[in-house]
């Protein structure tokens, strides 16, 4: 964050740690078989996940805040697609996916404003409370 901060340099971080992203990062970029799914402000993001993995994700995350079975996020037990195939990657493996799902792969679209833009690629808008 120093370097940042003095140099005014773009910093990229990689990382499975998502205590840490929340901490050192601005905006986040969610990936799933080498595709972008999700990118958001960080807040925007860890606030409110629209992707099916991303919720998974953050669903994995320690706290010391009790979860119930319902806060749980599960994922069907399917291998996940090829790189390759044009349907959504996630598809197999999404407890949401329906039959549009297996059409060609959505480009990313903004469902955000054009100040603060939250990209998803996902026919379905997944917020917190479903």
Excluded: W
């Excluded at 990118?39 to 606030?47: F, S, T």
């Amino acid at each position: 964050m120093k370097l940042h901060k003095e140099k005014g340099l773009t910093i990229l971080l990689i990382s499975h740690d998502l205590n840490i992203v929340r901490h050192l990062c601005n905006r986040v970029v969610v990936m799933y078989l080498g595709r972008v799914v999700e990118m958001a402000d960080v807040n925007e993001l860890y606030d409110n996940p629209m992707h099916p993995y991303t919720r998974m994700l953050f669903e994995s995350i320690l706290t010391d805040k009790k979860k119930t079975d319902t806060d749980k996020i599960t994922v069907n037990e399917v291998r996940p697609l090829k790189r390759d195939q044009e349907m959504c990657a996630f598809y197999g493996r999404c407890r949401y996916a329906q039959d549009k799902c297996q059409e060609k792969a959505l480009e990313l679209r903004n469902i955000g404003t054009e100040e603060n833009p939250h990209l998803l690629r996902c026919c379905l808008r997944i917020g917190k409370d479903e």
